[in-house]
């Protein structure tokens, strides 16, 4: 039963357009979100996180949406650039969970020129 | 720079055979993980210590078992291997608490024929 959930297997977008990723959860204990993007054949590198008492997050190009309310976050990539063109994990943790995280399904983002 | 060094990136092993999987980190972090990539399902827990000699089961334990001998090193043991065993393979750490990053290694491809 996953509790973390990415419903977009891939994505695909233009070249200095918006990537939109969307990931929903279903535990209410969850309190600390993070973004983590893979290349194949390497590990996943953290990206951008946000705690639940945000609703925004920025860092250069990466903003992560938080609706608390609606178990559901969002990363935008703004402009969207061919370097990443990876597959975007959502992940959650709980206070209590000894910072173990939750992954998502993943989706893979291709940047077309 | 944060280091998690896989041991080996690409194993072939036989059904039945007992397969070990080495990790090691070299910022002295107290926590440490493993997790299994599968398409479709993202990265999935499948141990995790939080000091030497400690372990606690993540979500898919069965047909696992760890080793926590040193802080800086945690290895996987496949006790005895099957095909449904084929994943690639991530190790992870970081400190204790809720919002330290989580720093993965490059992963190991296990192939059980």
Redesign the interface.
Known sequence: D?Q?K?NS?SLSVQEGRISILNCDYTNSMF??F?W?KKYP??????LI?I?SIKDKNEDGRFTVFLNKSAKHLSLHIVPSQPGDSAVY?C?A?A?D??????????TQVVVTP | DVKVTQSSRYLVKRTGEKVFLECVQDMDHENMFWYRQDPGLGLRLIYFSYDVKMKEKGDIPEGYSVSREKKERFSLILESASTNQTSMYLCASSFPGLRNTIYFGEGSWLTVV
């Open positions: 996953q973390v990415q297997p309190d600390y993070l983590y054949a390497e590990g996943p590198t953290f996180s705690s994990f992940a943790s206070t969970s000894w910072g173990k995280l939750q992954f998502g399904a993943g």
